[in-house]
């Protein structure tokens, strides 16, 4: 065993929920316990749908927003829930409290679930399923990093047509994403933007992108997900008097823009150096980025959008 393996075998000891905590359904459990049934067509077939939320010094940041997607998600799939979105939300805040996690990435995902074993190809006769884990918070790229900016390319694979896999629904179709994910390390880049068969910018593996040009900001309009954290630009860009639309952004549009930026649930707003080993803004992280960045992370103390968890 390496001292890392030790180290953790011992906090568990200590405290098994000291690596967070999962709900498996029925109830909560520390993470490595929680367990899903084989038989899950979430598991089986990807049938499933999911949400992250973050909670950030001891608050979870626009919870309401991420139940109302994922309600509209679960719905858009078709699911009866087993649990009200009332009570899966008190799940998660359970779930936080449980772990003592004071700075978290939450998933939660509702999934097709478990057949009726006599007649396994009834969907009508399947069991939805809700699980859900809390985990200290998780950073697509380091804070670090972030202050100096992220390398990224333009993959050479399409993000899944909006006419095969609905991106409005969270899913867990990430084989494109993966896929560019892949190919962006391959180049020694950290990450990759996707395109949609048009040519246009769609998003990345796990967040959405912005383009800034001559001031004003540009995000994609459709063949996306519908980001918490997109939407959290768009209201800080009002507050800041910044114009701010979501459109076609040609591939074009991308590569002439001033400033590009990433951004997520984990890991806020990322600013990106260079394109495809090309400099973006001076090959630093732009200005207009950064300040926005900066009233992103002033924003996780407005009550407006916080919901404290009580951790008693
Ligand atoms: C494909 C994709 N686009 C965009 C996002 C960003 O969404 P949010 O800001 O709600 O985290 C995510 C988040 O995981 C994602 O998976």
Known sequence: MSVEEAKI???????????????????????????????????????????????????????????????????????????????????????????????????????RGLPDLDDPRDMEKYHQCFYAFA??????????DQKIGTDVIVSSVPRIPKESVDPTI?????????????????????????????GNLAEGPGFNVFVIK??????????????????TVFDLAEEMNIEAKACKVPVETLRAADEIFMCTTAGGIMPVKSLDGKPVSGGKPGPITMKLREAF????????????VNYD
């Open 9 to 111: 075998t011992a906090s568990q000891e200590a405290d098994p929920y000291s690596l967070g905590a999962g709900f498996n359904g029925t109830e909560i459990v520390p993470i490595l316990e929680a367990q899903i049934p084989l038989v899950d067509m979430g598991f089986l077939h990807s049938d499933v749908c999911y949400d992250v939320v973050s909670v950030w010094k001891g608050s979870f940041f626009r919870l309401n927003e991420h139940m109302d997607r994922f309600e509209r998600s679960y719905e858009g799939l078709g699911f009866s829930m087993p649990y009200t979105k009332e009570q899966m939300r008190q799940i998660l805040i359970d779930m936080v409290a449980r772990a003592g996690l004071r700075d978290a990435y939450v998933y939660m995902c509702a999934t």
């Open 135 to 144: 985990i200290p918070f998780v950073w697509i790229v380091d804070p670090e």
């Open 170 to 198: 969270k899913n867990h179709h990430w084989g494109d994403l993966t896929r560019a994910d892949r190919e962006a390390r391959g180049k020694g880049a950290k990450t990759a933007l996707l395109l949609d068969f048009d």
């Open 214 to 231: 001559d001031g004003k900001l540009l995000t994609p309009d459709d063949n996306v997900l519908l980001g918490i954290t997109r939407l």
């Open 297 to 308: 992370w002033k924003a996780h103390d407005d009550t407006k959008y916080s919901t404290p």
